[in-house]
């Protein structure tokens, strides 16, 4: 993976696009360090702040879930509350003003295992008391390939689990939400999954998953297809809202973190809009919401270059469309008030 940082993405400077555009960024990451080869070992508040306040009028953030701060000890399920108490405490820190006009983390969402089936409620209300205000549910990465490039997250068919399914019902009954990562030939399951659990509001992370490297490097035909017809069945499902975004990560294999000179606005925008035009079109503007993926997609691009693009390529759609992508469906979806 790139390691070329902020140095590297300095080499492609741009004025930013429409800055009085309202923007809640409904998905990046902190953490105090990451150990794996990536470019951004550190992204905390500072981290943020400096690609928030690039240029883009940001109004608030969803943090989400990254492994990070767990607590070291006490009952395996009860470990993911030290990752919201890290971050209600990052959050609580920006409330101040210091870093910004934006609300960073002004929604969280944190991890509980909904195999715990009946018994994930009291990881519930241990990760809803570390956020009083701000917790609004959990990811849970069902990740699941063939594609020994890929980290396996959980077992072969787990949508499909009595258990996780029962967990997953006890969430919709607290009205929390939940956020889906996989690998995209999984969004048929999610589209059963999410008929089983019609009360409760999903969200499907980075265009579905779309993975063109290992096993699936040279297989666009192939591909495409089978990432087409799995967004067309999990749009169908109106409890279903998509992030586009996610597609500066090597993975999705546009081998942006590659290029001697960091990729600019018009050229992301022309190579991102096929895929993000397809989600639109199926999910409409008011399930659809551009995300940032940050630092994950920062291997790619700046903050800056980014949101210039998903300006660029969201050009044709109306005003009120517009604002659903870049503020209005994240805000309701993640119940924020800015």
Not at 7 to 23: N, R
Not at 102 to 108: K, T, V
Not at 138 to 156: A, K, M, Q, Y
Not at 177 to 183: I, K, P
């Amino acid at each position: 993976m790139a390691t070329q940082g902020n140095d590297w993405l300095g080499l492609t400077k741009e004025t930013t696009l429409e800055p009085e555009i309202p923007i809640c960024d409904p998905h990046h990451h902190f953490w105090e360090y990451r150990p794996e080869p990536v470019a951004y070992q550190r992204y905390l508040l500072q981290e943020l702040a400096d690609d928030i306040n690039s240029g883009h009028n940001v109004r608030s953030t969803v943090f989400l879930e990254a492994r990070s701060s767990y607590r070291t000890d006490g009952p395996e399920e009860m470990r993911p509350v030290g990752e919201v108490e890290f971050v209600e405490a990052l959050a609580a820190a920006s409330a101040s003003g210091q870093y910004g006009p934006g609300r960073p983390a002004a929604a969280i969402m944190g991890h509980a295992d909904l195999k715990l089936a009946g018994h994930v409620g009291r990881v519930l209300e241990a990760l809803q008391a570390a956020s009083p205000n701000r917790f609004r549910g959990i990811r849970h990465n069902v990740t699941w390939s063939p594609d020994p490039e890929l980290e396996n997250r959980e077992t072969e068919g787990i949508l499909a689990d009595p258990g996780f399914r029962e967990g997953a019902r006890i969430l919709a009954s607290k009205g929390l939400c939940l956020d889906v990562m996989l690998s995209f030939p999984q969004m048929p399951q999610l589209a059963d999954f999410a008929k089983a659990v019609p009360d409760l509001s999903i969200i499907l992370n980075h265009i579905g998953g779309l993975s063109r490297v290992g096993i699936y490097a040279n297989r666009d035909t192939e591909v495409t297809a089978a990432w087409r017809d799995g967004v067309a069945a999990v749009a169908a499902c109106p409890n279903v809202t998509v992030k586009l975004g996610g597609m500066g990560m090597p993975r999705m294999g546009f081998d942006w973190h590659t290029r001697a000179t960091p990729i600019g606005s018009e050229e992301l925008a022309e190579s991102m809009s096929p895929w993000m035009s397809y989600c639109i079109e199926k999910f409409g503007p008011d399930r659809s919401m551009f995300e940032s993926n940050f630092p994950p997609d920062k291997v790619s691009f700046s903050y800056n270059v980014m949101y210039n693009a998903f300006k660029l390529l969201s050009k044709g759609y109306s005003d009120s469309e517009r604002a659903a992508m870049f503020h209005g469906t994240a805000t309701r979806v993640y119940r924020i008030k800015d």
